[in-house]
C-alpha cells in the first residue's frame, strides 16, 4: 500500500507507524507532497526514509508534463473526469479555487507512481491535502478500469475538521473506504458528519509508542529548580505563550522553574522575542527539533511534561512522557482527558488560564501523589498506547477494508 503525508520524515508517530508496518510485511510505499526540509531529517534513519521517498512538489516541470499528457491522451474519459470532480471540488461563492486542480495534477503523479508499483490502497494521514489527494488518486485508478483501488485517511484532531467545507471533508468521508480516529473524541466530531450508512467504517484505532524506546525511568526527587520540559509544534494552538505568562508570574511570586520548549514552528521567532522581553531567558530555552532519541534524554531528566494546549486530538508527546515517568499537567481539551485523569494519572487544568496552569505547575511539582499518579501514567500508556497492539490494529483495519 502507499502512505501520502504531507511532509516526510518529520513527523516522528507516521514515521514509527510505516516501518512498523513494514516491519509487519505491508511494504508501504513513502509518499509525500512537499519535499522534506533539511533540519527535519535529524538521523541517519531519516535519511534513509527521505531516499524512498516520492517527493510530489519535488517533480520536475518536465516530468509533471509527461505524466498529465500521458495521461489525458491515453485515458481521456478518465481524465477529463478527474477535471470535472478538482473543478467541482474548487467551486466557491466567488468563483473556482485553483488549488483542487493543483491537487487534481499531483494526484496524477501519485497515481502514476502507484501504478508503477502494483499499488492501489492508498493512506493519507490528516484528513487535509493528503487526503484530497489519496482520494483523487484512487478516484483516477477506478475510472482508469481493472482491479479496485482503494484509500482512506487518518483524522486527527481540530485541523481536520475545522473548515471542514474548504476541506471537502464531508465528500472525503463519503468517499473513503476506511476513516480512521485517534481518539473517541475524535471520532465523535467524524460521526457527527457522515451518514449512518458511512459510520461502519469511522474506526477508532489509538495511537501508539514505542515502549522499548521511552523505557522508564528510576525514581528521582525534584531538581532545585524544577525542569519543565513541553514538546510540541511552536504554534499557537499549543499554548506556550499562556506557559511563559504562568512562568513570569510563578517567577515574581518566588517560585523559580527551568523550562526547556522542544520543537519548531511558525511561532519560534514571536516565543524568541517574548521571551527576551519578558526578562524570561535565564528560565526558559527553545531547543529547536530533536531526533527521538534526544526527546527521550530530555523527558528522563524533566521533573514535569507541561502541555498547555488550546486545540488537540490526543497528543503523541503526553504519551511519551507519561510512558517515561515524568508527571504531565495539562488541559481539558479534545481527547486529552481519555488518557490524563485529573491527580490520578496526571494533572489537568483549564485550557488559556495563566492563574490556573500556575497553580497547577505547583501542584504537580509539590504533590505527595507524584509516585502514584507516575505510576499509574506508565500503566495507562503500557495498557492502551503500545505502538505493537497499535499496528495489529491498524493493520487489521486495513486488511478489512482495502479488498
Not at 505524466?67 to 461563492?93: D, E, I, K, S
Not at 526527587?221 to 514538546?231: E, G, L, N, W, Y
Amino acid at each position: 500500500m502507499a502512505y501520502v503525508a504531507a511532509t516526510y520524515p518529520g513527523v516522528t508517530f507516521i514515521q514509527d507507524e510505516i516501518t512498523s508496518l513494514d516491519d509487519r510485511g505491508a511494504e508501504v510505499l513513502r509518499i509525500a507532497l512537499n519535499p522534506a526540509r533539511d533540519e527535519q531529517v535529524l538521523t541517519d534513519r531519516d535519511a534513509s526514509e527521505r531516499a524512498r521517498t516520492l517527493y510530489v512538489k519535488g517533480s520536475s516541470p518536465a516530468r509533471i508534463a509527461k505524466v498529465v499528457l500521458a495521461t489525458a491522451v491515453a485515458h481521456p474519459v478518465a481524465f477529463v473526469g478527474g477535471v470535472v470532480r478538482a473543478l467541482r471540488a474548487g467551486r466557491t461563492r466567488s468563483g473556482v479555487a485553483v488549488r483542487p486542480l493543483l491537487q487534481f495534477v499531483e494526484a496524477l503523479l501519485v497515481w502514476d507512481h502507484c501504478r508503477r508499483h502494483g499499488v492501489r490502497a492508498l493512506h493519507a494521514h490528516f484528513a487535509q491535502a493528503p487526503a484530497t489527494v489519496a482520494w483523487m488518486a484512487a478516484e483516477m485508478g477506478n475510472a482508469v478500469g481493472g482491479p479496485r483501488w482503494t484509500w482512506g485517511m487518518t483524522i486527527h484532531g481540530p485541523h481536520d475538521f475545522f473548515n471542514e467545507h474548504a476541506d471537502l471533508l464531508e465528500v472525503k468521508l463519503a468517499r473513503a473506504d476506511l476513516v480512521v480516529c485517534i481518539s473517541h473524541y475524535t471520532r465523535a466530531q467524524v460521526l457527527r458528519l457522515v451518514r449512518p450508512a458511512d459510520r461502519e467504517k469511522i474506526r477508532l484505532v489509538l495511537c501508539g509508542i514505542d515502549l522499548e524506546r521511552f523505557t522508564e525511568r528510576e525514581p528521582r526527587p525534584v531538581a532545585s529548580p524544577p525542569v519543565v520540559v513541553t514538546t510540541a509544534r511552536l504554534s499557537p494552538e499549543k499554548g506556550h505563550l499562556v506557559l511563559l505568562d504562568a512562568v513570569r508570574q510563578l517567577a515574581d511570586e518566588g517560585f523559580e522553574v527551568s523550562v526547556r520548549l522542544i520543537g519548531d514552528g511558525p511561532l519560534r521567532d514571536e516565543l524568541r522575542d517574548r521571551i527576551e522581553a519578558m526578562d524570561l531567558s535565564s528560565r526558559v530555552v527553545l531547543t529547536g527539533p530533536l531526533p527521538p532519541e534526544r526527546v527521550a534524554a530530555e523527558l528522563r531528566a524533566a521533573d514535569l511534561f507541561c502541555l498547555p494546549s488550546a486545540a488537540e486530538g490526543l497528543p503523541i508527546s503526553i504519551m511519551e512522557a507519561m510512558a517515561v515517568g515524568v508527571p504531565v499537567l495539562s488541559t481539558y481539551v479534545a481527547g486529552i482527558p481519555e488518557l490524563l485523569v485529573d491527580d490520578q494519572t496526571g494533572w489537568i487544568v483549564p485550557a488559556g488560564s495563566v492563574d490556573a496552569l500556575a497553580t497547577g505547575i505547583r501542584t504537580a511539582l509539590g504533590s505527595s501523589r507524584r509516585p502514584d499518579v507516575i505510576a499509574a501514567g506508565r500503566r495507562a500508556v503500557e495498557a492502551r498506547h503500545d505502538l505493537r497492539a497499535s499496528i495489529d490494529e491498524l493493520k487489521a483495519q486495513f486488511e478489512a477494508h482495502h479488498r
